[in-house]
């Protein structure tokens, strides 16, 4: 399981040209979107020759793929870790998992809209390897619910379902963020930290 | 403002061939995406030339903004709707407009799925529309929270970023449904609607 907290991080260890292609990929796709992106178009961002994009990548999808499949891997990453800093009471546990998971939502909003949006354009293999790499960080949340509702600290209907919930809350920023009416990322953080308690407790 | 509760209803009053182009879109941008489609593959579905399509809309653009458009109007209609028929009572006003923006967002994921992520290739006026369609409804919400205070049926943080964030669950719902692990529309309306209340009670 990757620990990379940044996209540049998961894919320092690439070769320079594979790291240059997946960031002018990164930028391309946000702002075309991947049917309006031509792996010529990549290519020239990147300083590279289609050619040379093949080498890397086989297939436009393949890139799409490992972008995808990054951003999913920083997101659960930064969810552990920022649990792990949070220590074992399950309120501190969930207030940083939202915290994390909205911050990387509001930040890495263009990154985060690709991955979602064009889910339905990857091969059904690399479908299946994003959504398990979703359930996963998704059950990462709902354990956290559960050990609450053990505790005494939340009584929610259903745990697995308020999980979900509070993790499409945090998903969704991505799709409106930035906002003219809406604040810096730490104070959407925080406001949807004290959401989900609320939404949890007794 | 309109009142249709389905685009069918909406587009009723247009010429056959316009309302067929209008599928025929609705379709193809919610298989391809709008930068995956051409307008020759919509004229193509709806049984009709290239140059018969330009007559009812000039620009591929055109037709998405309709499309968009309307799905926002039938949207704000449904849910203006639920809360007349559900009275006065604040919290019954909230729960139904949840509840109608889930089932909308769940039966119409793929619409709504277009509406959301291809905003970014509408034209900057046509953005502007769409937007205040969106404010006004999440407004409308905004409003039904804020009887509740008044009522003291709830006591959120801050109203207007409750209704933002109920607004925002309803919405994302279009993003992940249907999935294999989660129940009807009407069950997710019913979870959806509990945590509503969870979340805004004192």
Redesign the interface.
């Known amino acids: 399981m990757s620990t990379a907290l940044t996209v540049e991080e998961a894919w320092a260890g690439l070769p320079a040209t594979a790291q240059r292609l997946l960031v002018a990929g990164l930028e391309t796709f946000g702002e075309?979107?991947?049917?309006?992106t031509s792996t010529r178009a990549i290519a020239q961002r990147a300083g590279m020759s289609p050619a040379a994009l093949y080498m890397h990548f086989p297939t436009k999808e393949d890139l799409l793929f490992e972008i995808a499949r990054t951003g999913h891997e920083v997101h659960f990453a930064r969810v552990r870790a920022a649990a792990d800093a949070a220590g074992p009471d399950p309120s501190a546990r969930v207030a940083a998992i939202v915290e994390a998971s909205v911050l990387f939502h509001a930040e890495h909003h263009s990154l985060a809209?690709t991955i979602?949006?064009e889910h339905p354009?990857l091969a059904p293999d690399h479908q299946r390897a994003l959504l398990k790499i979703r359930r996963d960080t998704e059950s990462f949340l709902a354990d956290a619910v559960t050990e609450g509702v053990a505790s005494g600290a939340f009584a929610?209907?259903?745990a697995p379902?308020?999980a979900?919930?509070l993790m499409?809350?945090a998903?969704?920023?991505a799709?409106?963020y930035p906002s003219q009416r809406?604040r810096s990322p730490t104070q959407i953080a925080t406001?949807?930290t004290?959401?989900a308690l609320?939404?949890l407790r007794p």
């Open positions: 075309n979107g991947y049917h309006g809209r979602q949006y354009s929610p209907d259903d379902t308020a979900l919930a499409s809350l998903i969704d920023v799709r409106w809406r406001s949807y004290h959401l609320r939404l």
